[in-house]
């Protein structure tokens, strides 16, 4: 009897461990795992409620402002960059649940850079009602400005993802829309949109 409880003490032992904690993948519109490798448009989880997400010039250079596009057909013309921390050159990374990540539209027209980063500012168009912090793409000098953020579940029953900012020594903060006369924003918010992943078709 010892001597069978001591083998299976060994096979305990000599078995690899599984981590109980280990990150949930996110998926596309396909079921498909989103990949650093790929490029994303973030639409809405609920049908019929708007477009994807695109930006508009703030006046201030290469800085712009994320809103979401009224059309319910427009996907965004630029398309998504999503990269896991820590960056890894030349590697293609899936993208997990919880973790920080970065996100940049991948504008090739743009005369500043291809890649606009997405982080908060405090700045806001003179057009705007009421104060918010706002989701920005890009810099005021033409440089890159990298913002950290977070894909997440909000409730077993609800559908689709969340977007989070996750700025240095605060807890992260939840992103949802903010409408403001003509224009739909992208800002932080205490009812975050609920969105979806679609990728970017190669033609």
């Known amino acids: 009897m010892n001597f069978l409880f001591f083998l299976l003490q060994l096979l305990a032992i000599s078995?690899?461990?599984?981590?109980?904690?280990?990150?949930?993948?996110?998926y596309d519109t396909e079921g498909k795992e989103l990949s650093s490798k790929h490029n994303y448009y973030i639409l809405p989880a609920k049908?019929?409620?708007?477009?994807?997400?695109t930006t508009i010039p703030t006046g201030r250079l290469c800085l712009h402002f994320v809103l979401q596009e009224h059309n319910t057909t427009v996907l965004g013309?630029?398309?998504?960059?999503?990269?896991?921390?820590?960056?890894?050159?030349l590697t293609e990374q899936p993208i997990h649940l919880s973790s920080d990540i970065w996100i940049e539209f991948h504008d090739s027209e743009?005369?500043?850079?291809?890649?606009?980063?997405?982080?908060?500012?405090?700045?806001?168009?003179?057009?705007?009602s009421g104060r918010r912090q706002?989701?920005?793409?890009?810099?005021?000098?033409?440089?890159r400005l990298f913002g950290v953020f977070r894909i997440e579940k909000h409730g077993a029953d609800v559908m689709g993802y969340k977007l989070m900012a996750c700025a240095k020594k605060?807890?992260?903060k939840d992103l949802g829309l903010y409408a403001s006369k003509d224009k739909t924003w992208l800002a932080?918010?205490?009812?975050?949109?609920?969105?979806?992943f679609v990728r970017k078709t190669l033609y």
């Open 15 to 26: 078995l690899p461990c599984i981590p109980s904690n280990v990150a949930e993948r996110v």
């Open 110 to 128: 743009s005369f500043c850079v291809m890649r606009l980063d997405w982080h908060l500012t405090d700045l806001s168009p003179r057009t705007l």
């Open 77 to 89: 013309p630029p398309p998504l960059w999503l990269t896991p921390l820590p960056w890894r050159r």
């Open 188 to 196: 932080v918010s205490e009812e975050p949109l609920m969105v979806e």
């Open 170 to 172: 605060e807890p992260c």
């Open 47 to 53: 049908r019929l409620s708007g477009g994807g997400l």
């Open 134 to 143: 706002l989701l920005a793409a890009g810099n005021q000098d033409g440089g």
